[in-house]
């Protein structure tokens, strides 16, 4: 079980986010005061999330009255980021949901939709250009990483590319396999021969 304290913290955080991304309230509107539970298989723990219209208060719990639950694990939880993905997943039964879709789909929606203007938030603490030159060198280093994988994925596909040309075609085999039975087949003909000469 998760502790209070790292629970207070995650609430800390999330309330920080809010204040960074004022859009988030205006997003959640239609869920105040509703509770949405969150019930993760992995860790055998629940969470209660309501919005109050200005922050909101996560709890652990193991009530299951909520105006909607959802029970999956932690890896289908990162993919409701879209909520269109919401139906799909109770389709693969990778995600249960009780209760009222449309207050999943306003959390999965605001959450998606989260716009943090770094830049404006960071001048406060080093200046307008100090933060500048940072988010520029940290989308520098964002583009240089995809670039790279990118590159890292296409060679390897090309390794893999040049490894399938070495491996034999089927046809091929099939041709090698003829031409050993009748060499195998010209051999007992010749050997046939020979013990003919030599009685």
């Known amino acids: 079980m998760l502790s209070q304290l790292l629970i207070a913290l ?6 920080q986010v809010f204040k960074l ?4 309230h ?3 509107s239609t869920a105040r ?23 909101l208060i996560i709890l652990s719990t193991t009530e299951t009255l909520a105006d909607c639950a959802i029970s999956t694990d932690i890896n289908t939880l990162q993919q409701l980021k879209d ?15 009780e209760g009222d879709l449309h207050l999943a789909q306003t959390y999965s ?6 716009e943090i203007d770094w830049e404006e938030h960071l001048s406060g603490y080093i200046g307008d ?15 240089t990483r995809i670039k790279t994988d990118s590159t890292l994925s296409s060679m390897f596909s090309a390794l893999l590319q040049d490894e399938l040309r070495v491996a034999i075609h089927p046809l091929e085999l ?19 021969r020979i013990n003919a000469l030599l009685n």
Do not use: H, M
Request: proline share 2%.
């Open 83 to 97: 909520p269109s993905k919401i139906t799909q997943l109770i389709r693969e039964n990778k995600l249960d949901l």
């Open 109 to 114: 929606k605001a959450f998606s939709k989260l």
């Open 33 to 55: 005061q509703q509770t949405l539970l969150i019930y993760i298989r992995d860790w055998q723990q629940g969470f209660s999330i309501v919005y109050t219209g200005q922050q």
């Open 174 to 192: 099939d041709e090698f396999k003829q031409r050993n039975r009748q060499l195998k087949a010209d051999c007992a003909q010749l050997e046939q």
């Open 10 to 15: 995650i609430e800390s955080a999330v309330n």
């Open 26 to 28: 205006n997003l959640l």
């Open 129 to 143: 250009a100090g933060s500048f030159q940072l988010i520029n060198r940290l989308k520098a280093a964002e583009q």
């Open 21 to 24: 991304s004022p859009n988030l």
